[in-house]
């Protein structure tokens, strides 16, 4: 007597309101029948994709993770001689009937069954190049994608109707309407959320008392305002606020429509609230400067400076104040997202003593690690490319040449051609792995030769800041700045700490000290002045 199989269940329904149904439990049943008609013994645990649509295949390719126990997960759990059990070719797939028939050829390969309770058919590797299962495959994929396909027609039709209505003023449900209201059923109308339209006008009040939007995020956190947002665990940030007090929804507009349409919802807001708060907020200040940004306010630490603050996010470029002084800033904490704050650090004290170090050579060269470049392949398949380019023209001339070409001729012509084509891609590719492999000695030499043009020509500071990127990995910077007394003078002076990282340094960090009145230090050149001063007492 052969063992029993294994078989294990798949269960699928595409919206949510088919789990208060009996969708599940129906398929589940039909599994547990079908197992004792064909003598096979059903897994105690079940895989399921509920409220998920089949149409693009994101079920099997992605996966689901709220529910990781789907069709993904059973893929890859299901080994050769086992059974997956499903009731209809639509719960596997609504995709293109090709690519579902496919996807069930490259399971059944792997030596696994696929048993279609409803039809009582059995897809394996004897069956699967009968006619008739080929027919229902095919046949079932068909009807379930041109369904699917239905479907999303009709509902494209529902919604233009719901944006034309909207647009004529007349409310309408929507999926996501404006977080302060909800949908009345019984009324048909959008109603008030009371508490959280209380919120939002608590908002603009804050912001028309002069509050900027990071110090409204501040004082909301503070008083533990619960979000508005109708994102699951959303807090209070700068792009909130800001889209609150810029959004006429709260003043009834229908905003997906341009011009926005008036009167659509109930408006929560008073007009001279609203606009009252466009005018002191201030919030999107117009760049007045001809030609708007210039070359000279270029960020030469885009994308490698680190703060050291939170650990999480970068340093952005940020000009504000009175003053109107480029700074880098935490974009986090720019937003009130962390704890950084609005700390920030004057970019041109960065840039000073980060190129001051880059440029010299004789400090920096004994710490990247030499190495020799890889012997370069370019040369060989450039020659190799003009020999095969050279058997082309040769044969193009004989085939232009011969009133009756030969077909082999053709053949050897488009052979060359393909070669030829083969060569040039591997010329790029290793020209391409030796820009990235170049040892850190080289690449750092390239920039110290380059650097005086770059630093010399405003306008070439994109360039400067790629070639630092060629030599610095990152640069981690606490914004927070340390007060100290000034030798000087009797009152303090801030100063800011940052560590750098060299490529090819073995990941050992330089730190540094930068100071408002201009000065900087580094412990690597302490160190080497200590080292120095010793030599100087020994030869002494």
């Known amino acids: 007597m052969k063992p029993e199989k294994t078989a294990y269940s798949y269960i699928r329904f595409s919206t949510p309101d088919q789990a208060l149904g009996g969708s599940e439990d129906r398929q589940l049943e039909e599994a547990k029948a079908y197992c004792k008609q064909q003598g096979l013994r059903l897994s105690e645990k079940t895989f399921a994709d509920r409220g998920i649509s089949a149409f693009h295949g994101k079920h099997r390719k992605k996966g689901n993770t709220k529910n990781p126990d789907g069709l993904k997960a059973l893929l890859e759990l299901v080994k050769p001689g086992e059974v997956i059990l499903i009731e209809d070719i639509d719960r596997w797939s609504r995709e293109n009937a090709f690519e579902s028939v496919n996807e069930i050829r490259t399971v059944v390969k792997r030596g696994v069954e696929i048993h279609f309770t409803k039809q009582r058919v059995v897809v394996n590797t004897e069956t699967l190049e009968m006619d008739h299962v080929e027919w229902l495959l095919f046949s079932g994929g068909k009807r379930a994608n041109g369904e699917s396909k239905r479907k999303c027609e009709l509902i494209q039709a529902d919604w233009d109707k719901k944006r034309a209505l909207a647009r004529s003023g ?10 302060w209201l909800k949908w009345d059923v019984e009324a048909s109308k959008p109603v008030v959320i009371e508490a959280k339209a209380q919120i939002v006008r608590h908002v603009f009040e804050l912001a028309r008392a002069g509050n900027r939007t990071l110090e409204i995020v501040r004082k909301l956190r503070q008083e533990k305002v619960p979000s508005v947002s109708s994102q699951k665990g959303a807090e209070w940030n700068t792009v909130l606020v800001r889209r609150l007090l810029t959004n006429k929804a709260t003043l009834g507009f229908y905003v997906q429509s341009d011009p926005p349409v008036a009167n659509v919802w109930p408006a929560i807001v008073d007009e001279d609230l609203y606009h009252g708060v466009q005018g002191r907020q201030n919030i999107h200040p117009p760049d007045k400067r001809p030609g708007g940004k210039r070359e000279s306010e270029t960020n030469l630490f885009t994308g490698i400076a680190r703060c050291g603050c939170c650990n999480r996010y970068n340093l952005n470029a940020h000009i504000g ?23 920030s650090v004057p970019i041109a004290l960065v840039e000073n003593s980060c190129l001051s170090f880059l440029a010299s050579a004789d400090l920096i060269r004994p710490l990247l690690v030499a190495g020799q470049p890889k012997p370069s392949k370019v040369l060989e398949l450039q020659g190799r490319l003009a020999d095969a380019e050279k058997q082309v023209t040769k044969l193009t001339s004989l085939i232009m040449g011969d009133s009756e070409p030969s077909p082999t001729l053709y053949a050897r012509l488009k052979l060359e051609e393909a070669k030829t084509k083969t060569l040039r891609l591997q010329i790029d590719e290793e020209q391409a792995r030796e820009r990235a492999e170049r040892p850190a000695s080289i690449a750092y030499g390239e920039f110290v ?45 801030k100063s800011w700490a940052y560590q750098l990282y060299l490529r090819g340094a073995s990941g050992v960090p330089i730190n540094f000290t930068i100071c408002k009145n201009g000065d900087w230090a580094s412990d690597l050149i302490a160190k080497l002045d200590y080292v120095e001063t010793q030599k100087e007492m020994a030869a002494a």
Request: charged share 30%.
């Open 449 to 493: 030769s380059n650097l005086p043009a770059l630093k010399a020509n405003v306008a070439r500071r994109p360039d400067l800041r790629k070639a630092i990127a060629q030599v610095v990995e990152k640069l981690v910077l606490d914004p927070r700045p340390v007060t100290k007394p000034d030798k000087n003078k009797p009152h303090l002076i």
């Open 170 to 179: 007349k409310p309408v449900r929507i999926n996501r309407l404006p977080c």
């Open 321 to 343: 104040g009175k003053s109107g002084t480029p700074k880098l800033i935490c974009q986090a904490g720019h937003r009130g997202s962390t704890d950084c704050r609005h700390f």
